[in-house]
């Protein structure tokens, strides 16, 4: 089923044979790995949590009822799929309830412990090295050999870092609820939803400027003025010269990737071409940017290019089975539309 998403957001490979996904929580597996040196001692409970049909935010609620303490003491790295069988992390700050017998005892049957630590800091925001995926897609209908020729592609060339449409809600919704939310024609008054919309502001931007790269042909090809960004890490620099070999070796060993920019409030960091195609596209979208300035949202980057690791894939009958590894921030679903068109 082509979406609005996919419209707006075109895949870089030819993607023509279909399956289905999530027929079952089990057919969608993610695993979260953390590296983290617990100190067995301080006022954060850490909880390593299996959790079945369940979304992050309410697993949390139901950890903060089970551990009597307010929401907002309950720490998570980052929102794991509904629809799948996840494990993850979160951290609960002075539980009044820490006998983890107890607390087994008051979750809900879709919330398993699985660990528990205690620490003196609580997780933040992104604290994890990788998150590792097993995916099985039922009943492949088309041609076998063009999905396996576009797994050997995304192994060649990388895959492009799109946010993925959970990001923006059903039918996209969330962008127009940011627009009205920046407008001041709604109020929002929850912490966690604010932060949703604003990344739903960047991210439409970011993708709209990596699919017009893609459409270009230039999602891989430096131009002038862009901004490089080295492979699993925070860190950028400007390319002085878009055509030197060096830079050219270095992204087709995926030492680093070319990013686009997270829009915010300031001016854009790169220059030249690449800035004058960045900021025509923010300027096509005129009402995030009052939004950009109440909030004080600054420029970042992030880069237009993942790689998965530990790549796997089997058929079983007419079932595909994938595995791979993603580092934090990266969408399953952002590898999987290169590969076969899900349902």
């Known amino acids: 089923m082509h979406s609005e998403f996919d419209s707006l957001f075109p895949t870089l490979n ?128 088309g041609d076998r050999l063009a999905t396996e020729q576009n797994i050997r592609c995304i192994q060649r060339t990388g895959v492009p870092n799109y946010f993925g449409p959970q990001r923006f809600g059903h039918d996209l919704s969330n962008i127009q609820q940011t627009k009205d939310w920046f407008a001041g024609t709604i109020k929002v008054n929850n912490k966690r939803l604010k932060g949703l919309l604003i990344s739903t502001a960047r991210s439409h931007i970011f993708n709209l400027i990596l699919a017009e790269r893609i459409k270009k042909e230039l999602w891989q090809h430096p131009i002038t003025g862009d901004v490089i960004q080295l492979n699993q890490s925070h860190s950028w620099f400007p390319a002085k010269d878009a055509t030197t070999k060096e830079l050219s070796d270095r992204l087709a060993a995926f030492d680093v990737h070319i990013s686009a920019a997270l829009w915010g409030e300031d001016s854009v960091q790169s220059t030249d071409q690449c800035a004058i195609l960045e900021n025509n596209i923010a300027n096509s979208l005129p009402e995030y940017q009052p939004g950009f300035k109440t909030h004080r949202v600054k420029q970042d980057r992030r880069a237009m290019r993942i790689v998965t690791t530990d790549f796997n894939h089997i058929w079983v009958d007419n079932d595909l089975h994938l595995s791979f590894k993603l580092q934090p921030g990266a969408y399953a679903t952002s590898v999987l539309r290169e590969i076969i068109q899900t349902s």
Do not use: M
């Open 14 to 141: 030819k993607v023509t044979a279909t399956g289905k996904l999530r027929s079952e929580a089990a057919d969608f597996h993610v695993v979260e790995h953390s590296e983290v040196c617990f100190t067995e001692e301080g006022e954060h409970l850490w909880l390593k949590i299996e959790k079945t049909s369940s979304n992050t935010a309410w697993a949390a609620t139901q950890i903060a009822s089970a551990c009597k303490v307010p929401a907002r003491q309950v720490g998570f790295a980052g929102l794991k799929d509904r629809h799948a069988i996840t494990q993850q992390w979160f951290s609960v700050q002075l539980p009044q309830i820490s006998d983890i017998k107890i607390i087994k005892a008051k979750l809900p049957d879709e919330i398993s412990i699985l660990e528990h630590h205690w620490h003196h800091r609580k997780i933040k925001t992104g604290q994890l090295k990788f998150n590792e995926f097993k995916l099985i897609v039922r009943d492949v209908q």
